[in-house]
């Protein structure tokens, strides 16, 4: 009787210590943000003073897929608009992004490469002019992303942008480099991969 009362209190300690065993490791909800697999959206948006014109904006939308951990290939689309009044141009680009997360923790930095196809409008007081063409652009931006949940995360960037405009007045046509900075605020949406 005696042994089988060892037994039976036995038992349950190595069941227990074998299923334990066999699971995963669990790890803290925030490193598996950035998991190979997982989709990320963001948006982002600033304000700053104009280069041309004495304000200026722009809003970002992301979309992108981890292709590795902390690795995410996906595309980018930027809207800016420059103005004073009701003069100023506008500016819609899109392309293809490269996104790398540095750290797998809460409150991570972030660097993102962009390159981006865009086409401007001028516009003042009755006229709206389309530049001819496409032109062509490079955004490099540093950033720190703030985990306020698994699946969302507030954002903190500095965008550098760099142009390569072809201007022309119907004669002649030369071509120059533009750079701008901006400042940004945004969120990440992050859908993870069912794990099964």
């Not at 069941?15 to 065993?21: E, F, I, L, M, P």
């Not at 981006?116 to 992303?145: D, V």
């Not at 703030?146 to 405009?165: D, K, M, W």
């Not at 072809?166 to 701008?180: H, M, P, W």
């Amino acid at each position: 009787m005696k042994n089988v009362l060892y037994l039976c209190l036995l038992l349950p300690c190595c069941v227990n210590a074998q299923s334990s065993g066999q699971q995963e490791p669990i790890r803290p909800a925030f490193s598996q943000s950035f998991d190979r697999g997982n989709w990320q959206f963001t948006a982002r948006g600033g304000y700053l003073r104009g280069i041309l014109f004495r304000n200026r904006i722009n809003t970002q939308l992301n979309a992108g897929y981890f292709v590795a951990n902390k690795l995410l290939l996906g595309v980018a689309g930027l809207y800016t608009r420059e103005w004073l009044g009701k003069a100023g141009y506008q500016t819609f680009s899109a392309g293809p992004m490269v996104h790398w997360q540095i750290t797998r923790t809460r409150v991570s930095p972030f660097v993102e490469l962009t390159y981006q196809f865009e086409r401007r409008t001028l516009n003042s007081p009755g006229i709206a002019r389309r530049e001819p063409g496409l032109q062509r652009s490079a955004l490099f931006m540093p950033g720190l992303s703030i985990g306020l949940s698994p699946t969302l995360r507030a954002e903190l960037s500095y965008g550098f942008q760099y142009n390569v405009r072809t201007l022309s007045d119907g004669f002649s046509s030369r071509r120059y480099i533009g750079y701008y900075a901006h400042p940004q605020l945004g969120l990440s949406y992050i859908v993870a991969r069912k794990r099964g």
